[in-house]
């Protein structure tokens, strides 16, 4: 018996391109396909973010940076500071109703290293391309 088995496809359409003509040119008996199938969502455009995702990014851009206190699962809490988490800076602090996990899994920040209890994340070249396509977009 013959089983093709792959996962974590995300919506890449070479791949789904891919998977289909081997499908379609083999002798398979079964086809497993074990999640993560879509895409994850997209923000196109700065509007589809709260107002306090918008201000960590525009913030992030001008050189703050977001921090997250893991020593207690339940006490979890964002900030972001002026020139770096530890630095001095003013400080602004967000709760978890701000949902500011959201831009690290739509892949506008991603964390940068791990200190315990501080995780720390850096603005990534989607966010910033988003942010530049805002303020041209603006103009």
Same mark, same amino acid.
């Given at each position: 018996m013959k089983f093709f088995c792959t996962a974590d496809i995300h919506g890449n359409m070479t791949i789904i391109k891919k998977i289909i003509k081997?499908?379609?040119n083999s002798e398979?008996?079964?086809l497993i396909l074990a999640g993560d199938i879509t895409c994850k969502s997209k923000v196109?455009?700065?509007e589809e973010l709260?107002?306090?995702q918008k201000e960590v990014l525009i913030l992030m851009n001008s050189?703050?940076?977001?921090?997250? #206190?893991? &020593?207690?699962?339940?006490?979890?809490?964002?900030w972001i500071q002026e020139g770096g988490c530890g630095k001095g800076g003013?400080?602004?602090n967000y709760d978890k109703r701000n #949902?500011? &996990?959201k831009l690290s899994s739509l892949e506008l920040i991603?964390?940068?290293g791990f200190c315990f209890p501080t995780q720390t994340y850096y603005l990534t070249d989607k966010g910033k391309n988003l942010l530049t396509q805002i303020q041209k977009d603006e103009k």
């Open positions: 081997l499908v379609n398979l008996d079964c196109r455009t700065l709260t107002n306090k050189g703050w940076q977001l921090g997250l #206190n893991t &020593s207690s699962f339940s006490s979890r809490s964002w003013k400080v602004i #949902n500011i &996990s991603k964390d940068e």
